[in-house]
């Protein structure tokens, strides 16, 4: 049974931090990626991150995200810094054979958890 839970989130002032951590079960991380994805309230869900055999940011991630993973603990990570308001949303974490980022593409998901960034 594949089993994806996403937590770490709360609230934030812009310029601050927060480590998000999705526990992962029934995954082998040699099959699958991993993806981060966001989603605000009443906008389309966006694609953050992918980490498997390679990673992948999407643009706006790139110099304040970082997707890391401890495959003993079954765990990956999102860190985020330098947030601003644009980033609260929903954050969810995804599995996906393959290295897709399209989210419609995932095959198993998190719960998701809040971010709050405010100004």
């Known amino acids: 049974e594949v089993q994806l839970q996403a937590s770490g989130g709360g609230s934030v002032q812009a310029g601050g931090s927060l480590r998000l951590s999705c526990a992962a079960s029934g995954v082998t991380f040699d099959d699958y990626a991993i993806g981060w994805f966001r989603q605000p309230p009443g906008k389309e869900r966006e694609f953050i991150a992918r980490i498997g055999n390679s990673l992948y940011y999407a643009n706006f991630a790139k110099d304040r995200f970082l997707v890391s993973r401890d495959e003993g603990a079954n765990m990956v990570f999102l860190q985020m810094n330098s947030l601003k308001p644009e980033d609260t949303g929903v954050y969810y974490c995804?599995?996906?054979?393959?290295?897709?980022?399209?989210?419609?593409?995932?095959?198993?998901w998190g719960q998701g958890t809040q971010v709050t960034v405010s100004s």
């Open positions: 995804a599995a996906v054979r393959g290295i897709t980022i399209t989210a419609s593409e995932y095959e198993y």
